[in-house]
């Protein structure tokens, strides 16, 4: 690895990304620009953002560690993501674009005619999306302590300052413009180099037996089934109570223009999951060695050093590390936009200038807490953040789109009982480390926390009559009728 | 002024000759005294039904296919598993077969469900969208 290399491609990726964010600035002018991109965002161009933003360090670095680690079962992770989609398509995409919300507290407060329902609701988006920046901070320290040996602390340090600096200065037009150019770069930074470590493969020279290297207790065949299960109820469902995805849709145009734009997301982030599972692939065959809790999630790149050892391997690291890099920073700046939407608009008036401020208090608070702990494997802390928001604000955005009887009581009561059982199975599971039988409850809690929430929510709204919303009817006609 | 100049009846210019049904301009709430469009909530409540029904018809047909497939993949070894391009074919179509299914199943959505919205159209605005 050649540091000058790697910390010029970081340079190039941040010069871009300056420039790309500034260029925006200009157009940014009303409080609509900021919050979404005043809704004129062309559907290959937002979905290349939504992608950009939907693709972090979890499925970049994290995910040829994991199957390197523990095998098939690592694949689960990136289908979990990408069906994820197909559920925000099927059931949220358009009827949440034509509910005129910018946020999902505004959508909450809309629908259920609460002010007490909209405060727990921007509570929870907080917390989901600051359990998510934080691994994105922790992957960039990886990384640049892998490419350039600083200490620990200034990778997550850069990636935070520059996310807040884009986010206050542009908004949400300059971000789109940004994660645009950010998914095509890491497609580009993983395809690269797997095309040519796959050529160098399929030349010979390196035989390896697909028994020992891909052995059956690490197949698919091999995968425990409730935890598969709970982990992919889990991914299914929380990518629709995801922040930052669902404040995208309100930059489509119109609703049948949000589902063409969730078809072609489903297309871009399936093309680079693929290329990121090549990735593992090859880890398994290139790298055994790396199979080390700690090191697996820097595997990728390690591997063009391993077949290409000189000038071609510097340079195809360094493409990755760039990849990487844009991966930190597209994942927490479309987080940074969505929470500095929520908390501008909640706390503060709702002006740009709060917006700004609010940019900076949502990237500090992570950055806060990136510092004080200790990484663990990528994917499974994003895996945690589809867990708690599959338990909370996914079963209220779903029976708030299509179910009339839902009232803020039943919300609240929801929210509240999912987020406690599911911090409760985190850390109990985290203080009790062999509870035998209750193990895998523990660590996969989406399988029984997601039908409490979703039972508590159905019956605390059945029992309150009187609080069905006056106009749910109306509502929901306009949630459900074209638009254009 | 303290009388008023005599109001001239609005004239609406169409270009469609078609019957129209007349609609508030509030998209979605009806107006204060404004006795709400019982035909227009029929239409849209059949709409929700017709797009609710897709969506858990989908999910369901996807579940399905998906289960079968994992179902497959788990028995391969079992089969003898040949080994393509040196990697099991197990290990292959765990980490590629499933992005196809889940983009087939969203086309299939994607047209239905704006099928769905043509037909509602076609009910509550007759002439504006044949």
């Known amino acids: 690895m050649n540091p000058a290399f790697d910390l010029t491609a970081v340079g190039l990726l941040i010069v871009v990304t300056a420039v790309l964010g500034f260029s925006g600035v200009r157009l940014s002018r009303t409080t609509g620009d900021f919050f979404v991109a005043s809704r004129s965002v062309g559907s290959v161009w937002n979905a290349s953002a939504i992608s950009g933003e939907y693709l972090s360090a979890g499925t970049f670095l994290g995910l040829a560690g994991l199957v390197l680690l523990s095998g098939a079962e690592g694949f689960w992770f990136p289908i979990g993501y990408a069906a994820g989609y197909l559920l925000v398509l099927l059931f949220v995409a358009a009827p949440l674009r034509r509910s005129g919300a910018y946020t999902i507290p505004d959508f909450v407060e809309a629908r259920l005619e609460s002010r007490a329902a909209r405060g727990v609701t921007s509570v929870v988006v907080l917390v989901i999306g600051w359990l998510y920046i934080v691994p994105q901070l922790h992957g960039a320290s990886l990384a640049l302590g892998v490419v350039a040996n600083v200490p620990g602390w200034v990778g997550a340090v850069v990636v935070a300052t520059l996310v807040a600096a884009i986010v206050a200065a542009g908004g949400m037009r300059a971000i789109t413009a ?13 395809l690269v180099p797997a095309v040519f470590l796959l050529v160098v493969l399929s030349q010979g020279g390196r035989e390896h037996d697909p ?13 425990d089934t409730y935890a598969t299960v709970s982990l992919l109820l889990a991914l299914l469902l929380g990518t629709i109570g995801l922040p930052h995805v669902l404040v995208r849709f309100y930059t489509s145009p119109n609703g049948g223009s949000a589902r063409r734009t969730t078809v072609v997301v489903i297309v871009l982030i399936g093309a680079f999951y ?31 050093a391993r077949l290409f050892p000189g000038l071609v391997g510097e340079l195809l690291t360094a493409l990755i590390v760039a990849g990487a890099f ?75 789109v299509w179910w009339p009887r839902l009232t803020a009581r ?48 159905v019956g605390v709204s059945l029992r309150d009559r009187a609080g069905v919303p006056f106009r749910v009817e109306r509502y929901l006609a306009r949630l459900h009728t074209p638009d254009s | 002024m303290t009388d008023e100049p005599p109001r001239l009846p609005r004239v609406r210019v169409t270009a469609s000759g078609s019957p129209r049904v007349s609609r508030p301009s509030t998209r979605g709430f009806a107006l ?53 391009l040196g990697v099991p074919l197990s290990w292959l179509a765990q980490a590629y077969a499933f992005y196809p299914v889940i983009l087939v199943f969203a086309l299939i959505f994607v047209r239905a469900a704006a099928r769905n919205e043509r037909r509602y159209r076609h009910l509550a605005e007759p002439g504006s969208d044949a």
């Open chain 1, 211 to 223: 028994a020992t290297i891909f052995p059956a207790d690490y197949g698919p065949a091999a995968v």
């Open chain 1, 274 to 304: 693929a290329v990121s599972s090549t990735m593992g692939l090859i880890a398994r065959v290139v790298a055994p060695d790396l199979a080390v809790r700690g090191l697996a999630d820097t595997v990728v790149l390690a591997l063009p």
């Open chain 1, 326 to 400: 844009a991966a930190f920073l597209a994942t927490s700046s479309g987080l940074v936009v969505s929470l500095a939407g929520v908390v501008s608009q909640d706390v503060f008036g709702g002006s740009v200038r709060s917006f700004r401020l609010s940019a900076v208090l949502c990237t500090v608070v992570p950055l806060a807490v990136a510092l004080l702990t200790e990484p663990a494997g990528l994917v499974s802390s994003v895996g945690a953040v589809f867990v708690f928001a599959a338990s909370t604000l996914s079963p209220v955005l779903l029976l708030g």
């Open chain 2, 32 to 84: 204060p005294g404004r006795a709400p469009d019982e035909a227009d909530d029929v239409f849209s409540r059949g709409l929700v039904r017709a797009q609710l029904r897709l969506a858990i018809g989908c999910v369901a047909a996807f579940l399905v296919v998906a289960g079968a497939l994992a179902v497959v993949i788990a028995i391969l070894p079992e089969l003898g598993d040949p080994v393509v």
């Open chain 1, 178 to 190: 940004v994660q645009a150019f950010q998914y095509w770069l890491k497609l580009t930074a993983l």
């Open chain 1, 410 to 457: 039943g919300a609240v009561a929801g929210m509240v009982v999912g987020a406690v059982a599911c911090g409760a199975a985190f850390i109990g599971g985290g203080m009790i480390p062999d509870a035998g039988p209750w193990a895998a409850l523990l660590a996969q809690p989406a399988a029984w926390t997601i039908p409490l929430t979703t039972a508590v929510i």
